[in-house]
C-alpha cells in the first residue's frame, strides 16, 4: 500500500495585480505517495511554478492570496511558522528551480554554498568540503575538484543545473519539487539529469514532483500525470491510463498533437487558440473557447473533478455523467 507524502487539497491561488487579480491556480488536488514521481504538465503559464513554489512557501511576488490545504506527512504546510518552514526546506522539501541563477547566490563559490548546507549537520569543514566534492562527482560534473571554486554566473546551465541536483542530493529530501529541470539542456545533458533523478528515485525512494513540457520526461520515468489547463488540474492519474485513455478533450488534443505513437519523444504542443488570462471567476469550464464539444452547460457551470476509474480524476462536463 503506497504511503502519502504530501496532499494538494482545493488549492487555490490568486495574484494581486494592477486591475484586479489573476486566478492563476484554481482547485487543484492531488496526492505524490513517497517514492513516486508525479508529473505535472502543461502550457505555459497555467500555473505550474505557483503550485511548485507555494509548496515551498517561496512564492517570489508577496501578492498572492492562497486557500486550501497543502499536507506533508499529516501536517498542512501553510500553519507552519517561518523556522518550521525553514527547516522543512532543503532537508525534507528540495526545490530545483526553472532558473537554477534564481537560488543560487551570485557573490559565493558554488562548492561554499553546498558546504554552508552541509556544515548544518554538524560535520567538521573537511569533511564537509570533501562531501562537496564527492556529490558534484556524483552528478558528473565535469572537472569536480576545479568546479568547486567557481562562481554561479561561470557555469553553464547544464553545470547549474547539476549544482542544483548536488546540493538536493546532500540534503536527500523526501519530496523533490523539479520545476523545469532538463529545459534548457541539451539532450546528452538532459539524459543524465534523468538518469540522476532516477537514481535518486531507486536508492533513497524519493518522491519527485516532476514539472516538465516533455512528454517523453513523462513517459520515461513518471508514474502519475497530472494535466494542467489555466490553472486547474483538468486530469490526473496513472500515466499508462492516461496515455493510453485520455478522457479529458484537452488531454486528447495533447496526445494527439504529439509526433510518436509511443509518446517517447514528444514535447507538449500547443493546440489552437490561447489560454485564457483568468481575470474573473466567471462559471463556466476554463477550456470551453478552445473545445471542440463545448455545449450550454460548459459556458455555465464549472466542472467539478469526477472519479473516472481508480486514481482516474477529469474535469469535464461530459465525462462521468449523462450528457445534458
Ligand atoms: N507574482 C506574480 N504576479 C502576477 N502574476 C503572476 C505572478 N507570478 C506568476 N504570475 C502569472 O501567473 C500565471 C501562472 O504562472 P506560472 O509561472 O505558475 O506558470 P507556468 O505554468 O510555470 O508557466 P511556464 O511553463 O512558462 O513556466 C501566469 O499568467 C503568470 O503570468
Ligand atoms: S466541460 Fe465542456 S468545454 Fe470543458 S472540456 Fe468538457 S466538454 Fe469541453
Ligand atoms: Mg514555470
Not at 52 to 77: R, Y
Not at 89 to 118: C, H, T, W
Not at 295 to 303: A, Q, T, V
Request: glycine share 8%.
Amino acid at each position: 500500500m503506497s504511503e502519502e507524502l504530501l496532499r494538494l487539497e482545493n488549492l487555490s491561488i490568486d495574484y494581486k495585480v494592477k486591475d484586479g487579480y489573476l486566478s492563476a491556480v484554481n482547485d487543484v488536488n492531488c496526492v505524490v505517495n513517497k517514492g513516486e514521481v508525479f508529473a505535472i504538465v502543461g502550457e505555459s503559464g497555467c500555473g505550474k511554478s505557483t503550485v511548485a513554489h507555494s509548496i515551498m512557501n517561496l512564492l517570489p511576488g508577496g501578492n498572492e492570496e492562497i486557500s486550501g490545504k497543502i499536507i506533508f506527512k499529516g501536517k498542512d504546510l501553510r500553519e507552519c511558522t517561518r523556522q518550521e518552514m525553514e527547516a522543512i526546506r532543503g532537508k525534507e522539501i528540495g526545490m530545483i528551480f526553472q532558473n537554477p541563477l534564481d537560488s543560487l547566490n551570485p557573490v559565493y563559490k558554488v562548492g561554499d554554498q553546498m558546504a554552508e548546507a552541509i556544515l548544518l549537520d554538524k560535520v567538521d569543514k573537511q569533511e564537509a568540503w570533501n562531501r562537496v566534492i564527492k556529490l558534484f562527482k556524483d552528478v558528473k560534473m565535469p572537472d569536480a575538484e576545479e568546479r568547486v571554486n567557481s562562481f554561479p554566473h561561470e557555469l553553464s546551465g547544464g553545470m547549474r543545473q547539476r549544482v542544483m541536483i548536488a546540493m538536493m542530493l546532500s540534503r536527500n529530501p523526501e519530496l523533490l519539487i523539479a520545476d523545469e529541470p532538463t529545459t534548457a539542456l541539451d539532450v546528452t545533458i538532459e539524459a543524465q539529469i534523468l538518469q540522476i533523478m532516477k537514481e535518486l528515485k531507486d536508492k533513497f525512494n524519493t518522491a519527485i514532483m516532476l514539472i516538465t513540457h516533455n512528454f517523453g520526461l513523462v513517459a520515461e520515468i513518471a508514474d502519475k500525470i497530472g494535466i494542467m489547463y489555466a490553472g486547474e488540474m483538468i486530469e490526473s492519474g496513472d500515466v499508462f491510463e492516461i496515455f493510453a485513455h485520455p478522457t479529458h478533450p484537452y488531454t486528447q488534443l495533447l496526445m494527439q498533437a504529439l509526433p510518436s505513437k509511443t509518446k517517447a519523444e514528444g514535447r507538449l504542443k500547443t493546440i489552437d487558440g490561447s489560454v485564457p488570462r483568468i481575470t474573473e471567476k466567471k462559471p463556466g469550464c476554463r477550456f470551453a473557447n478552445r473545445c471542440p464539444y463545448a455545449k450550454e452547460i460548459c459556458f455555465n457551470e464549472n466542472p467539478e473533478a469526477v472519479f473516472v476509474g481508480e486514481g482516474h480524476y477529469c474535469r469535464c462536463h461530459m465525462v462521468g455523467k449523462e450528457e445534458k
